[in-house]
T-cell receptor
Framework: AQSVTQPDIHITVSEGASLELRCNYS??????LFWYVQSPGQGLQLLLK??????LVQGIKGFEAEFKRSQSSFNLRKPSVHWSDAAEYFC????????????FGAGTRLTVKP | GAVVSQHPSWVICKSGTSVKIECRSL??????MFWYRQFPKQSLMLMAT?????????EQGVEKDKFLINHASLTLSTLTVTSAHPEDSSFYIC????????????FGPGTRLTVT
């Protein structure tokens, strides 16, 4: 079965600084990959997704992610972080043969310093 | 589009009672709905998958008699926590998917359950 690892439990960045959140997956083929954001006490909002094609994916709120097959990674990036980006970020992977079977990473909590 | 709602957003119940959580897809028909559980500062754990008109498929370790799932229509799924205990206190999130919008699940805002 597929699995996801988010190595960083908590990251703190200054407002205006760049951001990269790491995500590594384990799956026997090219999976479907997602990044979600969750504000405290809220559900999940989809930031972006990768199914196929261009490995650099643009999402909402200025986020982008790059799929690197050789590294089994799908890292999330933002060039300039805003205070409102403080939240929990989840990477998720779904199997191609059963795209309803989605597995989530442990999450990375982002703190933004003024 | 693709809005999923949950009701209630927050519920407190006494130990031993049952509580029902509703998940609705507001602007699309959900052929499949999912129920997740999230403990504080942890990730989402899939509890079960349900298809409209069929019995839910539960993940290993999830008690099907305790967490009753009904997917009676293409827009409504319910999760009933029976004989709730304090250890059932958690954040429950549903999501909905459809064959017309494949490869993506749309998440509800979650329900905070506290069992006293």
């Amino acid at each position: 079965a597929q699995s996801v690892t988010q190595p960083d439990i908590h990251i703190t960045v200054s407002e205006g600084a760049s951001l990269e959140l790491r995500c590594n997956y384990s799956y026997g083929a090219t999976p479907y990959l997602f990044w979600y954001v969750q504000s405290p006490g809220q559900g999940l909002q989809l930031l972006l997704k990768y199914f196929s094609g261009d490995t650099l994916v643009q999402g909402i709120k200025g986020f982008e992610a790059e799929f690197k097959r050789s590294q089994s990674s799908f890292n999330l990036r933002k060039p300039s972080v805003h205070w409102s980006d403080a939240a929990e970020y989840f990477c998720a992977v779904a199997a191609v043969y059963n795209n309803n079977d989605m597995r989530f990473g442990a999450g990375t909590r982002l703190t933004v310093k003024p | 589009g693709a809005v999923v709602s949950q009701h209630p957003s927050w519920v407190i119940c006494k130990s031993g009672t049952s509580v029902k959580i509703e998940c609705r897809s507001l602007d699309f028909q959900a052929t499949t709905m999912f129920w997740y559980r999230q403990f504080p500062k942890q990730s989402l754990m899939l509890m079960a998958t349900s298809n409209e008109g069929s019995k839910a498929t539960y993940e290993q370790g999830v008690e099907k008699d305790k967490f009753l799932i009904n997917h009676a229509s293409l827009t409504l799924s319910t999760l009933t926590v029976t004989s709730a205990h304090p250890e059932d206190s958690s954040f429950y999130i549903c999501s909905a998917g459809t064959s017309g919008r494949s490869y993506e699940q749309y998440f509800g805002p979650g329900t905070r359950l506290t069992v006293t």
